[in-house]
């Protein structure tokens, strides 16, 4: 893992891009002028909605939030995502994605074709982020956590990665049939979060994935609104949710 | 107002028992040896489930939790609850439900001929009791708060009670017609607990009444499990909800 930048943001965070071989990453750290690095932080992993490119706003103001609330947090843009090359099979499906909905045709099928490979592809690239990331002096080896848009990162990640000990995931994304399916096999703690009137989701379907899965301790927290419009106070909410687990 | 015990709870809460021309309630406010009285604490009314006793354990604790917050809480037994007089007609929807439910008969109506006047007549009784308790020194003159097992009270409260500001209600607990329909009128901030498995509420009536809250912030929280299933860090949130409201 080598650090090709770092910068000190206004709150004290410390953001430092990374790249693991291929592989460009992002990492987040608490600390301060006093204390420049927060000893031990617990780590989570922030994935964005179906491959969305690290840099996107949102994901890196939830992820300052986060690691001003005591976490390192690290995303990554993991193989077919951000401004990684695209196989000509995905280039493929992203043109079809674009006509179907213009057509106003279902797209199901064409997630589906998009969005399986995509995590398949996805999985491996995060665990060999997490090894790394696990023996950075700075990040406590203790449980991770997941926090993502990109439920169905998540779900794959929860149900092969053992050092995964609670995930908050966001309900407004095309998940895989294969995902749909291993979400029963999730155990670990949950916070499930939907936007009540995301018109490009659809609520039973999400309803019903929040039903799926496993999980004994699964708390699903919906609010009004589309797509972006989830209220700020569900960031905090999501803190609090890794405070119970991973502190 | 004339109250007729207190008692000093061992985490600083006061609780002392009132009348109220024929209405018995109790108020817990915060405190501690050092500051008996926390100034000007945010008023909660909390009323339990279809007229459950206010002295019912369970009551009793969310009651001390968020006085323990920093809120003046106050609960009444209202007309035909608790130890308060049935009238003739309740006491035999009463024996009609307890019949029926052995029988294994659908309950809805029997439900509704006991719930609807329960809360018809509770709501003067609350305004009364909201009347007497924002004279008291000790309780802040700004916005009220509503925090219930008994939505159908809360609804009704929050329509024609301008004085209530937020609300958190349990969707675990019949809710009469009137109180459906009226829940379009409900505004304001809104926090609605459910318990996915509780089956003696059916959930897609709880979403239902989610969906019809005119509230444009209003959240849902569902967690696992039957209808005394709450899991603890919902108190904590629901403190927190009203924090952002009445604080």
Redesign the interface.
């Known amino acids: 893992m080598h650090f090709t930048s770092e910068q000190r943001l206004d709150d004290g965070v410390l953001e430092r891009e990374f790249t693991l071989g291929e592989i460009p990453g992002t990492l987040w750290t608490p600390g301060s002028a006093q204390a420049p690095q927060a000893p031990q932080a617990p780590l989570v992993l922030m994935a964005h909605n179906n491959g969305l490119p690290k840099a996107d706003p949102r994901l890196r103001a939830r992820a300052r939030y986060t690691a001003s609330r005591g976490y390192a947090v690290a995303t990554i843009d993991a193989a077919g995502c951000g401004d990684r090359p695209r196989s000509a099979a995905d280039e493929q499906a992203r043109a079809d994605l674009r006509r179907a909905m213009q057509a106003g045709e279902p797209v199901d099928e064409i997630f589906e074709s998009l969005i399986a490979p995509l995590v398949e592809n996805a999985v491996p690239e995060w665990q060999t982020t997490l090894d790394a990331l696990l023996e950075l002096p700075e990040i406590g080896g203790g449980p991770v956590g997941y926090s993502g848009g990109w439920a169905a990162l998540g779900i794959r990640l929860a149900v092969v990665e053992p050092r995964i000990a609670a995930a908050g995931f966001f309900a407004g994304g095309f998940v895989p049939r294969a995902q749909r399916e291993e979400a029963r096999q999730v155990t670990i703690p949950l916070l499930f979060l939907l936007q009540?009137d995301d018109t490009g989701n659809p609520r039973q379907r999400a309803?019903d994935l929040?039903?799926a899965f496993g999980?004994?301790?699964?708390?699903?927290?919906?609010?009004?609104g589309g797509h972006t419009g989830t209220?700020w106070?569900e960031l905090?909410?999501g803190c609090?949710f890794l405070d119970?687990h991973l502190k």
């Not at 999980?215 to 009004?224: G, M, V, W």
């Open positions: 009540w309803l929040f039903d999980s004994k301790e699964k708390t699903l927290h919906a609010n009004p209220p106070f905090e909410d609090r119970r």
